[in-house]
């Protein structure tokens, strides 16, 4: 019998997971979950307007609690969930642990697909999103300063080990092309997974 594919995407902020997530979810019928969606919960239910030193403690708190893994360990649920009856996309996988963990829990069914772009692109996008967004009460589109995003970048890579997963990308898409190039890469990195 065949088994879903769990295919996680991987990369830094502002490289363009969110967008490539959305394309994906255009193309066939995927079950969809953010992994941080569990620190921007705990954000909203704080009260407070948010911010990135707040997500970090959030972040670094539940590591605290539940180990590198988890966002994986956590989400592991809503995933099997979603697996029963549609293959499905994880937006933001995270740490090293993570990765290791979802790897041991689904093998060759899960697909890990890096998103990538130059920090100077990326940072341009993060400045001032929520402006652009009005209204994302998921928090997914939030606004950085640059400060806050180089500041993020170091977290993630020290603090959250995220580089391990893009190094091991099963795919990889270059995200500083016209949108039209980042789908055609997306549609080639469907293909192959489905393959």
């Not at 959305?22 to 992994?35: A, T």
Request: proline letters at 3%; a negative charge; one cysteine or more.
């Amino acid at each position: 019998m065949k088994q879903n594919k769990l295919i996680c995407l991987v990369g830094m902020p502002g490289a363009g997971k969110s967008e490539v997530a959305d394309y994906m979810r255009s193309k066939r019928d995927f079950g969809y979950f953010r992994f941080g969606q569990i620190v921007l919960d705990r954000v909203k239910e704080s009260g407070q307007a948010g911010s990135e030193k707040q997500e970090r403690e959030i972040r670094e708190n539940i590591r605290a609690e539940y180990g590198m893994a988890a966002m994986a360990i956590l989400n592991l649920p809503k995933m099997q969930e979603l697996l029963e009856s549609n293959d499905v996309i994880g937006d933001g996988l995270y740490s090293w642990e993570e990765y290791l963990f979802l790897k041991e829990k689904f093998g060759d069914n899960l697909a890990i697909v890096a998103i990538c772009a130059p920090p100077k692109v990326r940072y341009a996008r993060l400045v001032g999103r929520a402006d652009r967004h009005q209204g994302d009460a998921s928090l997914r589109y939030r606004s950085f300063t640059k400060e806050e995003v180089v500041e993020r970048d170091h977290a993630e890579i020290e603090n959250s080990h995220k580089a391990g997963p893009i190094a091991m990308a099963d795919y990889i898409v270059i995200n500083n092309c016209s949108i039209e190039e980042l789908y055609t890469q997306v549609d080639d990195a469907l293909t192959r997974i489905f393959e």
